[in-house]
């Protein structure tokens, strides 16, 4: 188990956060987390890039790749891939910025309904066009299934799951499901959120994470084991 000092030498972490001040400040006016809270999470951010990356250019992203899965137990590596690139957008750097690093902790931990359902159906639209048409319905359903069953098994288990989601959420009746269309569904059944596979930790990983650096129950210990629970 690696233990992460959250407060670093205090000379080192003084040092660092004086550095990141304005930036610091900067974030908390865009995400869900107080000031302290930002700091904290740049901390474990540059213990992160100091004892795994090993890089000064900060944060790979195969790195955070194993942070999905070991910490936010987000174990489809398909999936993943995606969360990031939408995430990313420029997809093309392999380093993850501070910036992005508090932005997507913010929208795990801490985001609103509203933030949650853009986010996931920004991932379920492989598109990029709005919609979600039956072929998205069937990729990413088959790609939910087949790590349990075969993949033809897994063919033949979507084919009608697909025709009763349709009919079930697509408002309008034009044969695919908009933003709208979702929102509306989710809206009045918030387990529809995640219909089409995991985007986002449960509630139980999120409490975990939020209390290595929130409120009465912040410890003074980053716990990190690639591989294995941070718990």
Known sequence: MARYDLTL?????????KKHRELALSLTK?????????????????KIQKYDTYDPKGITRDV???IFHCCLDMTDMEKVIRI???????????????????????LFLRGTLEEKMAFCFKVYDYTGNGMLMKENLFKLMVGS???????????????DMVEVILKRMDADRDGKISFNDYRHNVLRQPALLEFLGQCLPDRHTVHKFLCT???????????LKLGTSIM
């Not at 865009?30 to 540059?46: K, P």
């Not at 990031?84 to 913010?106: F, G, H, N, P, Q």
Request: proline share 1%; net charge negative; glycine share 2%.
């Open 9 to 17: 030498n205090p000379m080192e972490e003084t040092r660092y956060l």
């Open 30 to 46: 865009q995400v869900h987390f107080s000031f302290e809270e930002v700091e904290a999470l740049l901390i474990i951010y540059y």
């Open 64 to 66: 955070l790749m194993e």
């Open 84 to 106: 990031i690139t939408c995430l990313d957008e420029k997809a093309r750097d392999v380093y993850i910025s501070k910036e992005l690093w508090v932005t997507l902790l913010s």
């Open 145 to 159: 299934l087949k790590s349990n069953i075969s993949e033809i098994d897994a063919e033949e288990a979507v084919k």
């Open 213 to 223: 650096f929130t409120g009465n129950t912040k410890i003074r210990f980053y716990k």
